[in-house]
């Protein structure tokens, strides 16, 4: 009996990972290069996903699922509309990045690699934005916000609650 997928896959997304499976098949080490384009796809990997995988590359779905969580390019959640990324690199930590992580997360009410139940914002603690002269840091999605204090972040936030 085939197994129903959840409401929130798109079908089209799903041929098309189809197609991708069935590329790689029978290629040495299909794997991660799969599951990297069924991530980039879906934007994280379902259980379904992971099943599909599983099946069409005939590999226990205990190493998909090995694979997803040792991996930290990998997510089983998805991500919110809004990806918050504090760098916790030592020269953003040593200029306050605690602080600006700790009032995220008091503000959002979500901890590092949590989504809001709302799918607004998630929050992730990276390493080195590449930003280190305008230490502590942040991005939210592809804006890099820098020189950041508590108060700041507090803001830039509900501006991007106020957003639709």
């Known amino acids: 009996m085939p ?3 959840s409401k929130d896959l798109d079908p089209k997304k799903v041929e098309k990972l189809k197609g991708i499976i069935e590329y790689y098949k029978d290629k040495r080490g299909a794997l991660i290069p ?7 796809l879906f934007g994280y990997l379902p259980y379904e996903v992971q099943e599909m995988i599983a099946e069409g590359l005939d590999v226990p779905i ?3 699922y090995g694979v997803a969580t040792f991996y930290s390019r990998f997510t089983l959640k998805p991500a919110g509309k809004y990806k918050i990324g504090v760098c916790l690199g030592t ?3 040593v200029k306050g ?3 600006i992580m700790d009032k995220i997360r008091e503000k959002l009410g979500i901890e590092a690699g949590e989504t809001t ?26 804006e890099v916000y820098g020189r950041l204090t508590p108060d700041e972040v507090i ?3 509900e501006k991007y609650q106020k957003e639709e």
Do not use: H, W
């Open 34 to 40: 799969v599951m990297n384009e069924a991530q980039e």
């Open 91 to 93: 020269a953003c930590y």
């Open 3 to 5: 197994k129903l997928l």
């Open 117 to 142: 139940d709302d799918g607004k914002f998630s929050l992730d603690a990276t390493r080195c934005l590449g930003a280190c002269a305008l230490a502590p840091v942040m991005m939210i999605n592809e």
């Open 62 to 64: 205990s190493e998909v």
């Open 97 to 99: 990045a605690a602080l």
């Open 155 to 157: 803001k830039i936030i």
